[in-house]
């Protein structure tokens, strides 16, 4: 997931719709606070009005969906094996 800090107009939209609480506002701008809990459902870039946010979807539910079955910890995903996101 990317974020263009100046095409972001601070709508809040992102902070919103994120389920794992990536983004907080700040300054009228928002800002990733912790990159890592991204798990690239594409939510942010679906909802961004001015495409701010660029997700490369599926790359991250496919990894938290391998890391479930391996760790038995699938209630940490945001995904299910039909590929349902978030
Ligand atoms: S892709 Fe999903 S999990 Fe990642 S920052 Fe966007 S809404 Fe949050
Ligand atoms: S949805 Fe887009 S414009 Fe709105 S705060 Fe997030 S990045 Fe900025």
């Known amino acids: 997931m990317k974020l263009s800090e100046e095409k972001c107009t601070g709508c809040g ?12 506002m700040n300054d009228k701008k928002v800002q990733i606070i ?9 939510a942010c870039a ?25 760790f038995g910890n699938e209630q940490e995903s945001c995904c299910t094996d039909s590929g349902d996101c978030c």
């Open 13 to 24: 939209m992102c902070v919103n719709v994120c389920p794992h609480e990536v983004f907080v």
């Open 46 to 70: 679906k909802n961004c009005p001015v495409s701010a946010l660029n997700v490369e979807s599926g790359v991250g539910c496919a990894y938290a969906i391998i890391i479930g079955k391996l």
């Open 34 to 42: 912790d990159r890592n809990r991204c798990m690239e459902c594409g």
